[in-house]
């Protein structure tokens, strides 16, 4: 079953897949995969090699690119999913690459329900790196994943056991907003505030500082960079202007 399904994802155009069983899987953050879905057994990961857009010095080029390859990865997994109920019998259900999670106020940077990262290194696609991203054996770090659950009984793939971070700490004196500086841990908020510039605290403090502005100031407010830059992001999604942690790793892999 498991060499059926690979065939038919590589034909979609992914780089690699692994399986995990869902007993195998453990995100110490994330709630577990039976709140989700009671009768899952097994998590189908998909591996999509990050192109070289995130090298661009325009973050439109870089954050477009991106894009894309979110575009890519939904629908291949989409297509996934429909082969695992119509050709292999089984209840599958797609998990979002990011959004849409659960936020509320009291918590605004909440986690996703399922760690697309752990996951991986549960279905043998890598390690994880001193960036806290995962390094594909071959591929490297610059990597996206994506996650089917179904209720198919699939055996996990063996770990990778090898460490394939060279712990040369470039991604911690690269990252503009000191976000990995405490080992095995991303300072969620800090990065959000440099790789997000144009989300949420952004859209809040806008209407924020307009509220107590006479009409004149807010007409000048509407027509600065700050407010069409956040009605860009506000259709685009979460835009990033920050890939840092992906293009200053020097593990590339051997497809590079």
Same mark, same amino acid.
Not at 89 to 97: E, I, T, Y
């Given at each position: 079953?498991?060499?059926?399904?690979?065939?038919?994802?590589?034909?979609?155009?992914?780089?690699?897949?692994?399986?995990?069983?869902?007993?195998?899987?453990?995100?110490?953050?994330?709630?577990?995969?039976?709140?989700?879905?009671?009768?899952?057994?097994?998590?189908?990961?998909?591996?999509?090699?990050?192109?070289?857009?995130?090298?661009?010095?325009?973050?439109?080029?870089?954050?477009?690119?991106?894009?894309?390859?979110?575009?890519?990865?939904? %629908?291949?997994?989409?297509?996934?999913?429909?082969?695992?109920?119509?050709?292999?019998?089984?209840?599958?259900?797609?998990?979002?690459?990011?959004?849409?999670?659960?936020?509320?106020?009291?918590?605004?940077?909440?986690?996703?329900?399922?760690?697309?990262?752990?996951?991986?290194?549960?279905?043998?696609?890598?390690?994880?790196?001193?960036?806290?991203?995962?390094?594909?054996?071959?591929?490297?770090?610059?990597?996206?994943?994506?996650?089917?659950?179904?209720?198919?009984?699939?055996?996990?793939?063996?770990?990778?056991?090898?460490?394939?971070?060279?712990?040369?700490?470039?991604?911690?004196?690269?990252?503009?907003?000191?976000?990995?500086?405490?080992?095995?841990?991303?300072?969620?908020?800090?990065?959000?505030?440099?790789?997000?510039?144009?989300?949420?605290?952004?859209?809040?403090?806008?209407? %924020?500082?307009? %509220?107590?502005?006479?009409?004149?100031?807010?007409?000048?407010?509407?027509?600065?960079?700050?407010?069409?830059?956040?009605?860009?992001?506000?259709?685009?999604?979460?835009?990033?202007?920050?890939?840092?942690?992906?293009?200053?790793?020097?593990?590339?892999?051997?497809?590079?």
């Amino acid at each position: 079953m498991k060499d059926k399904i690979r065939k038919f994802a590589f034909d979609q155009g992914i780089d690699d897949i692994g399986f995990a069983a869902v007993s195998d899987y453990n995100s110490p953050q994330s709630p577990k995969i039976e709140t989700l879905y009671p009768e899952a057994k097994s998590i189908v990961v998909t591996c999509f090699k990050e192109m070289s857009h995130i090298d661009s010095p325009s973050p439109q080029i870089a954050m477009n690119g991106r894009l894309d390859l979110q575009e890519f990865t939904r %629908m291949t997994n989409y297509k996934i999913a429909r082969f695992l109920e119509k050709e292999c019998g089984a209840r599958a259900m797609s998990v979002p690459l990011s959004y849409p999670m659960e936020l509320s106020p009291q918590n605004p940077r909440s986690v996703a329900d399922v760690s697309l990262r752990h996951a991986a290194v549960a279905a043998g696609l890598g390690v994880f790196g001193r960036h806290n991203l995962v390094i594909h054996p071959r591929l490297g770090a610059r990597v996206l994943f994506m996650a089917v659950l179904t209720d198919l009984e699939l055996p996990s793939d063996p770990k990778v056991t090898e460490d394939l971070c060279t712990r040369c700490n470039i991604c911690v004196e690269s990252c503009p907003a000191s976000a990995l500086d405490t080992e095995g841990q991303t300072d969620v908020g800090k990065c959000l505030m440099v790789s997000q510039p144009y989300g949420l605290p952004k859209i809040i403090g806008f209407w %924020m500082k307009w %509220m107590g502005k006479s009409p004149e100031e807010r007409k000048k407010m509407l027509f600065s960079k700050d407010f069409f830059m956040t009605y860009q992001a506000s259709f685009i999604g979460f835009q990033y202007f920050c890939f840092k942690c992906f293009n200053s790793c020097p593990v590339r892999g051997n497809d590079s």
